[in-house]
């Protein structure tokens, strides 16, 4: 099974998503967005795909790095590809991201799971084929009727309730939002949902990420009233000394790390320093499929949950694929966007969500994604 070519076809696809000045989304006009359609071919004609952000795997990091490892290699040598691309890393001076070879990994995850007609989130575990869903909402904003007071995020919180979620988490203000970072309000915002939506929902909250130790531990024991399930990224995540300061003052749990670099090996530095009590990895973060199991699997080994970061096929393929989690991250969401609708370049929803909050695992070969291929040729910017 030798991977003769690789090639990328950038399209464009309508979106509502706006982003603003710190790089955060939130509703906008309808404006044309591109992506990367990732596409692994080998010598029997079978195909694996990935889609990503253009910027990922742009010319230079096909050509300099992705295709020099793949062209040649057996497709079902995953172990072996990631390692190889994993030491061109260093020498890369940084082009080669984690997230580029996370969307590499995932090509050939899609590739083996369309060749052997096996969905992938059975090929790497098998563990359920539904799973509760939490909503995750867009950061604050200013726009009225939007996320911009604590009355709004309740409201929009019953909304979610009535869709049929059990449990919500709210990402708040952050700066450019004139008022962010503000403790004050995010404890706000946690109790007008608490308010709204009763006792029996869970509740988690992922807010400003550069918090002082002491604002986190306002933030965390208002929390602990509130009964919320988790206390997510409050602080910088380089600094594991003050993840630990504050785990060890809260009885919340303290979930992550998320945006921190290194890997599946940073997240076995937080668990042998006792820094968080729930572990965070999600498969574009830490680098593909493979080291995100390799997180959860440690931390099962280790008698703790393994939250999965984040919406998509290749998340919820991982979800599926594990005991030691709770919930699927589904979103992101807000009052002026309806996440049930299908993006232009699908046939359907990777994470379609029943009236009473689970998300169902794809059937499907492979990951799940049910591309329409016509779309994409249609709406071809230019291929490389
Ligand atoms: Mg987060």
Not at 11 to 33: E, K
Not at 80 to 103: F, N, P, V
Not at 336 to 341: G, K, P, R, S, V
Request: with cysteine; glycine share 10%; hydrophobic share 40%.
């Amino acid at each position: 099974m030798i991977i003769t070519a690789v090639n990328v076809q950038i399209f464009s696809y309508p979106t509502r998503r706006a982003v603003d000045s710190a790089g955060h989304a939130h509703p906008g006009d309808v404006t044309q967005a591109s992506m990367a359609l990732l596409r692994i071919k080998t010598e029997c004609g079978n195909e694996g795909y990935a889609l990503g952000a253009p910027e990922l795997i742009r010319p230079y990091v096909l050509d300099g790095f992705v295709r020099k490892v793949l062209v040649g290699a057996n497709a079902f040598d995953r172990e072996k590809i990631w390692h190889d691309l994993a030491h061109w890393q260093r020498g890369s001076a940084s082009q080669l991201t984690d997230r580029a070879l996370a969307l590499v990994e995932q090509a050939l995850w899609d590739w083996a799971g369309r060749k052997l007609n096996v969905p992938v989130h059975k090929l790497i575990g098998g563990y359920r084929d539904k799973v509760p869903a939490y909503g995750s909402t867009m950061c604050g904003d200013e726009l009225p009727g939007g996320l911009s007071t604590p009355e709004e995020y309740g409201r929009f919180a019953e909304t979610l309730v009535k869709r049929g979620y059990k449990a919500i988490k709210l990402h708040t203000w952050m700066p450019p939002v004139s008022f962010a970072p503000s403790v004050a309000m995010d404890i706000k915002a946690c109790a007008a949902v608490r308010e709204a939506v009763g006792p029996d929902i869970a509740l988690m909250i992922d807010g400003y990420h550069w918090y002082s130790r002491t604002d986190a531990l306002t933030i965390g024991r208002a929390l602990e009233k509130l009964d919320f399930a988790w206390f997510e990224e409050p602080m910088m995540e380089d600094s594991a000394e003050s993840y630990a300061w504050l785990a060890g003052q809260l009885d919340i749990p303290i979930l992550g790390p998320e945006s921190l670099g290194g890997k599946h090996l940073s997240r076995a530095s937080w668990v042998k320093n006792d820094v968080c009590d729930i572990l965070r990895a999600g498969v574009a973060g830490v680098g593909g499929i493979a080291p995100c199991l390799k997180v959860a699997h440690m931390a099962e080994a280790f008698g703790m949950d393994c939250e999965i970061h984040g919406n998509g096929a290749a998340n919820l393929a991982v979800v599926g694929a594990i005991k030691n989690c709770t919930w699927y991250e589904r979103g992101l969401l807000h009052p002026f966007l309806n996440y049930d609708e299908v993006p232009a370049y699908l046939k359907r929803l990777v994470d379609p969500m029943d009236e009473d909050g689970f998300v169902h695992l794809s059937d499907l070969p492979g990951l799940g994604e049910d591309i329409d291929f016509n779309y994409v040729e249609t709406n071809t910017q230019h291929s490389y």
